[in-house]
């Protein structure tokens, strides 16, 4: 782990693992609070690195460390829950040795009764004899390179409180002042900071940059498509919004949060029918694991809510309680299909 001023989420994430890791490696950037304090509870291996703007080198420096046959790699507010803990224990005691890296889901974003929203796939357990190296100043990565074993388990990113900082955004214009230019992939995730921070329009240039360039992963390809039409939204210009969907359909299959960003565009302009046929196209599309970023509720939840508003506006009131029913077996707990419940019964009685 690299930590710095963690001391409200390091214990929680400490007492996940350190019944399960053989040895616990914390490098610490700079803390001035009781973060090493916390640590030294759960391990005597912490170790010191003057920060310079760079994760990949922070993430080298504490994979370096590490003497075990597998090196597994956590952020100080991420979680492993119970069912999850079982899972790694098991993988601990039976990964055949010849598997070089184990990915694991990613939960990042979640609904207010804690079901995953949001998640990504990443590259978790590396064996160390490979010597794999972190890349990248910001949004660091290693390169998913060997034989892969894509397990179930999942480890949850939360928060102690939502909090939002420019921290990644100066580092990325400071490389822009020393270098002039970023990497095809730093150029997509700078341009997820500035649409993070509001900044849509430079949000919009350096998306448009990444897409031209033409040397982005499919999955970040069509990412910026959706992320376009989201900044096009935000500043009133529909119809680029429409154009940017549209391009994602040159990268690949069609995918559920793109069907349904086309969905509202025509709910939006009165257009039901061709809105039900996009939402229709999001519910049906078939159910496979991405190793990009998932928003779940995209795949079901979302496009059953909306054919049943669109349904009952054509006053096809059965079919819209259908599809909210649908809804419901995602989220039983949700607000707006119980409400709906509420209200479609009354129609159909």
């Given at each position: 782990m690299i930590v710095k001023n963690e001391e409200a989420v390091l214990n929680r994430c400490l007492e996940c693992i350190h019944d399960i890791a053989d040895e616990i490696i914390i490098v610490d950037t700079g803390s001035t609070d009781s973060t090493k304090r916390i640590a030294r509870k759960h391990t005597k291996k912490i170790y010191e690195f003057k920060w310079v703007d760079d994760f990949a080198k922070a993430r080298n420096y504490s994979f370096s460390l590490a003497t075990k046959d597998y090196i597994m790699w956590l952020d100080a507010d991420d979680v492993i829950t119970k069912e999850n803990r079982e899972k790694l224990i098991?993988?601990?005691?039976?990964?055949?040795?010849?598997?070089?890296?184990?990915?694991?889901?990613y939960n990042v974003a979640?609904?207010?009764?804690?079901?995953?929203?949001?998640?990504?796939?990443?590259?978790?357990?590396?064996?160390?004899?490979?010597?794999?190296?972190?890349?990248?100043?910001?949004?660091?990565y290693i390169g998913l390179n060997g034989t892969m074993l894509h397990s179930d388990i999942c480890i949850d990113h939360r928060h102690s409180h939502k909090v939002q900082?420019?921290?990644?955004?100066?580092?990325?214009?400071?490389?822009?002042?020393?270098?002039?230019?970023?990497?095809?992939?730093?150029?997509?995730?700078?341009?997820?900071?500035?649409?993070?921070?509001?900044?849509?329009?430079?949000?919009?240039?350096?998306?448009?940059?990444?897409?031209?360039?033409g040397k982005g992963w499919i999955e970040d390809n069509i990412a910026s498509c959706y992320s376009l039409a989201i900044c096009h939204k935000m500043l009133g210009e529909e119809d680029k919004a429409f154009e940017a969907l549209q391009k994602s359909f040159a990268y690949d299959a069609p995918r559920a949060?793109?069907?349904?960003?086309?969905?509202?565009?025509?709910?939006?302009?009165?257009?039901?029918?061709?809105?039900?046929?996009?939402?229709?196209?999001?519910l049906n599309l078939p159910k496979k694991e991405s190793i990009g970023f998932v928003l779940k509720d995209f795949t079901a939840y979302i496009p059953a809510l909306e054919l049943a508003?669109?349904?009952?506006?054509?006053?096809?009131?059965?079919?819209?309680?259908?599809?909210?029913?649908?809804?419901g077996k995602?989220?039983?707990?949700?607000?707006?299909?119980?409400?709906?419940?509420?209200?479609?019964?009354?129609?159909?009685?």
């Open positions: 098991l993988l601990k005691n039976n990964l055949p040795s010849n598997f070089d890296i184990v990915t694991m889901k979640f609904d207010e009764h804690n079901n995953p929203t949001f998640h990504s796939t990443r590259g978790r357990l590396f064996k160390r004899e490979k010597n794999y190296k972190w890349q990248d100043e910001v949004h660091e900082t420019d921290r990644n955004l100066k580092i990325y214009e400071r490389l822009l002042q020393k270098d002039g230019a970023l990497s095809p992939r730093g150029k997509y995730y700078y341009a997820r900071e500035l649409k993070d921070h509001g900044k849509f329009q430079e949000a919009i240039r350096f998306f448009n940059f990444f897409l031209t360039e949060e793109n069907c349904c960003l086309l969905g509202y565009y025509y709910k939006d302009k009165g257009d039901l029918k061709t809105a039900i046929s996009w939402f229709e196209t999001a508003v669109c349904y009952d506006k054509l006053q096809m009131f059965t079919k819209a309680s259908q599809y909210n029913e649908l809804a995602e989220k039983p707990e949700s607000k707006e299909y119980l409400q709906n419940r509420e209200y479609f019964a009354t129609k159909l009685n």
